[in-house]
């Protein structure tokens, strides 16, 4: 199969490797869409060395969506069937540690094992290939509705559906979306469909125009201070759940400025350097802080909040391109030319 390959930091090509072969509880899938996410950059560039990858060659890729060709020996009583269409996470824990028992398996204590802890386009080969074997934990059926497109994006929702869980959020709750990129737009929708009240959404140029498309307040942090904003448009009171999804040190202090007393703040993006927070804020006004690991649980139930935006959902993927074609695809999505947000590869279109 084809698939592209990273040798080295900032070194990847459109090669060919043997096809995978499924293991026991494992599916053999044909990978019919893959969308970019905002960490295979990171991984790409050599942000984290020794951990994402462990080592080299690596196939990157873990937003994707396909059909089911082959089955593990386990696979079949489990219910999956040839044809079935599918999407992914990157996870699959080992299922047996305290914290996959607990259903906490993006934390598990088997992480990196191989052959025990999986972790799809980081540390095990990924969907940047026509093809993809990958435990069942780490699937999940989708609707004959749902295009392999829109499909690719669930690995996002259901990341943002968990940090907004992890927010505690109830409905009416005011919110602040610190960040107006994919996982922020994710929030928005995550939010809306839990019954939040006024959402408020920093960030600037097109990005935050979309964001403001999905029926956010926008607050455009290059020319306001976004705290102060919060604290104007709440008559001082903030809001009582903050997604920080900028993963910059002045966007963590910014979501602990925004937050009301008794508030909440869920953090899913993390700083390249620790931060200083306000710590005395925290603790004098019982504002909790947590923080918020990929997916565990919440595939099922993004693909059913996905049914009410798929226009929301569909405007996001502004590229598509044939796998071939990764290193121009990739340059669109991290230069963000011609108004890029979401791109998404076809590994099949030759």
């Known amino acids: 199969m084809h698939a592209i390959r990273l040798n080295a930091p900032n070194d990847f090509a459109y090669v060919e490797v043997p096809c995978p072969v499924p293991r026991d509880h494992e599916v053999l ?53 040839i044809g079935d269409r599918v999407c992914g996470i990157a996870n699959s824990g080992c299922g047996y540690c305290r914290m996959c028992r607990e259903g906490r398996f993006t934390l598990c204590e088997n992480y990196g094992r191989e052959g025990i802890h ?38 996002a929702m259901s990341i943002a559906l968990h940090m907004v869980m992890r927010s505690g959020l109830e409905p009416g709750d005011d919110v602040l979306v610190n960040g107006a990129g994919a996982q922020g737009w994710m929030s928005i929708l995550c939010a809306q469909a839990m019954g939040a009240g006024k959402i408020f959404c920093s960030g600037s140029g097109a990005r935050l125009d979309f964001a403001a498309s999905l029926g956010a307040v926008p607050i455009d942090y290059r020319s306001r201070d976004v705290a102060d904003e919060i604290m104007q448009r709440t008559d001082g009171k903030g809001v009582k759940r903050v997604m920080e999804c900028t993963g910059t040190p002045g966007g963590v202090r910014t979501a602990c400025y925004a937050a009301a007393p008794g508030g909440a703040i869920a953090a899913v993006g993390f700083p390249s350097q620790e931060v200083a927070i306000p710590v005395k804020r925290l603790v004098m006004n019982e504002i909790s802080f947590h923080g918020s690991r990929a997916n565990p649980g919440t595939l099922e139930k993004a693909i059913v909040l996905a049914s009410r935006y798929p226009d929301a959902l569909a405007r996001m993927i502004t590229h598509c391109f044939p796998l071939s074609q990764y290193a121009q695809a990739y340059e669109t999505f991290t230069k963000r030319l011609d108004g890029a947000l979401k791109v998404v590869l076809k590994p099949q279109i030759k």
């Not at 980081?122 to 290939?129: T, W």
Request: aromatic share 10%.
């Open 29 to 81: 899938c044909r990978v019919e869409a893959v969308s970019i996410c905002g960490t295979d950059p990171h991984i790409i560039n050599g942000d984290f060395p020794g951990v994402w990858p462990k080592k080299f060659p690596l196939i990157p890729g873990h937003e994707w969506s396909g059909v089911v060709v082959g089955l593990g020996s386990e696979s079949a009583q489990f219910g999956f069937h």
């Open 118 to 155: 999986s972790m799809y386009g980081h540390i095990s080969p990924g969907a940047y290939a026509e093809f993809i074997a990958v435990n069942i934990k780490s699937i999940a059926k989708i609707p004959d509705s749902m295009s392999h497109e829109t499909a690719t994006l669930m690995d």
